[in-house]
């Protein structure tokens, strides 16, 4: 499933709200710098879906404020 994001780095407070079903605005307190704003908001969309943090992958939008995400589904 692939989750279209709208960063918010350098917050005051970290939050996740629901936009529509694919689209989400996340703010975290982490500066987008090194990867360490990407890492923060991968960590905040695996505590919100309630997944594992290697469940959640960065498709696209590395040095954007929009950001593609995939929540890979569980193999059986």
Do not use: C, D, H, W
């Not at 605005?25 to 500066?31: L, M, T």
């Not at 987008?32 to 997944?51: C, S, T």
């Amino acid at each position: 499933m692939k989750i279209f994001i709208k960063a918010k780095p350098n917050s005051k407070k970290g939050f996740v709200v629901k936009v529509s079903e694919t689209n989400l605005i996340v703010a975290v307190k982490e500066p987008p710098v090194k990867g360490r704003a990407n890492a923060a908001i991968q960590k905040a969309l695996a505590e919100y879906f309630k997944v594992s943090l290697s469940r959640i992958v960065l498709v696209s939008g590395f040095s954007s404020k929009n950001k593609i995400f995939e929540i890979k589904e569980i193999k059986e």
